[in-house]
């Protein structure tokens, strides 16, 4: 079997030390790296964790300006062919911040990459918070969440039943990201999706040399006049 390699992202939005949320994640992460490894794919993995970067995150969502510890971690997050996403919930909602991180990633960010879903919570009562707030929430992003969500409450952590969860969506994991299935809707239909200019994801990304000021829309633009069309004789 020839192996392949793969980059998986965790984004932990706990913030709590210890924190059950990246507890969570980590046993995700493992599994998921087990899996993928018996498919014959290594796989990496980087963890960003938002609470050192609350302010920071706070900040860049109200100046529009991201600082350069968000730009990096989305640069991170850009260079992914899995995601983990987990979450605390609070009041019956996914974390703010995680909500905040989110509404600074570009829409074209993470098209086609398979993600796990999941959270953490006091009560089994908030555990439809993953499929009715994080999976509309990546299907907006045009990720792939995988069919598995995965909800963790106090009662859980002595359970054998979470880590069969674990286990399942690690699988299913492994299998999209084996499959190639991100590269293959990325090189079918990246030009059919709408990308944003300057943009973190790698292949949208743009600068002013790439654009052509020469056409008649941009001659507009700058205060010029179009081109006069060439008359039949």
Known sequence: MSETSANVVVINAGVSDPSSTRMLADRIAQLSLDALRETGTLATLTTIDLGPMAVDVARSLVTGMPSDAVQAAVKR????????AATPVYKAGISGLFKSFA????????????????????????????????RPLFAFLRAMPMPTSLYAAPEDWGSSDLGARIARAATELAIVVGSGA?????????????????GNATRSQRTVADI??????????AGGAARPADRAH
């Open 103 to 134: 509404d600074l990633l570009d829409n074209d960010l993470l098209i086609g990459a398979p993600v796990i879903l999941a959270a953490t919570g006091g009560s089994a009562r908030h555990a439809m918070v993953v499929d009715e707030q994080l």
């Open 212 to 221: 052509d000021f020469d056409t008649d829309l941009m001659r507009l633009a």
């Open 77 to 84: 997050l850009a260079g992914a062919d899995a995601v983990i």
């Open 182 to 198: 991100r590269r293959a809707i990325a090189d079918t239909n990246w030009s059919g999706y709408q990308h944003q200019f300057g």
